[in-house]
C-alpha cells in the first residue's frame, strides 16, 4: 500500500507564493519514482482538475493552462517526493489541492492509483 501525504497549502495574499509537498511511503522507492505523478484541485462543489504532471524521470512536465507561467512541478526520487512550487497565487487559485500517482497524461491511472489526502490553499484578494 502507498500513502501520499500532502503538505504546505495554508492562506496567502493574492500575488504571493506557495510550495507544497507530496511524500511517498508505503512502497518500494523504485515503484513511486518509476511512476508519472500529478497534482490536482478541487473547488467546492466541483470535480478535481488537473494542475499539473510530471514524468518520472522529471525531464517531462505538462501544465494546465490556467497555472501555465506560474506554478512549476519538481520532483526528487532520492527522497521521494513530488513539489509544486506557486508563484503569483490568485484568488481563483483557491481550492484543495491534491497529489496523485502514478497518473496517465493529465488524468486518472484506473487501476491502483494512489490519492493524497489533499492540503487547502487559500488565496485572500
Known amino acids: 500500500q502507498v500513502q501520499l501525504v500532502e503538505s504546505g497549502g495554508g492562506l496567502v495574499q493574492a500575488g504571493g507564493s506557495l510550495r507544497l509537498s507530496c511524500a511517498a511511503s508505503?512502497?518500494?522507492?523504485?515503484?513511486?519514482?518509476?511512476?508519472?505523478v500529478g497534482w490536482f484541485r478541487q473547488f467546492p462543489g466541483k470535480e478535481r482538475d488537473f494542475v499539473a504532471a510530471?514524468?518520472?524521470?522529471?525531464?517531462?512536465?505538462l501544465y494546465a493552462d490556467s497555472v501555465k507561467g506560474r506554478f512549476t512541478i519538481s520532483r526528487d526520487n532520492a527522497k521521494n517526493t513530488v513539489s509544486l512550487q506557486m508563484n503569483i497565487l490568485k484568488p481563483e487559485d483557491t481550492a484543495v489541492y491534491y497529489c496523485?500517482?502514478?497518473?496517465?497524461?493529465?488524468?486518472?491511472?484506473?487501476?491502483?492509483?494512489?490519492w493524497g489526502q489533499g492540503t487547502q490553499v487559500t488565496v485572500s484578494s
Open positions: 496523485a500517482a502514478p497518473i496517465v497524461g493529465s488524468g486518472r491511472y484506473y487501476g491502483d492509483d494512489y
Open positions: 510530471i514524468s518520472w524521470t522529471g525531464s517531462t512536465t
Open positions: 508505503g512502497h518500494s522507492g523504485h515503484t513511486f519514482s518509476s511512476w508519472r
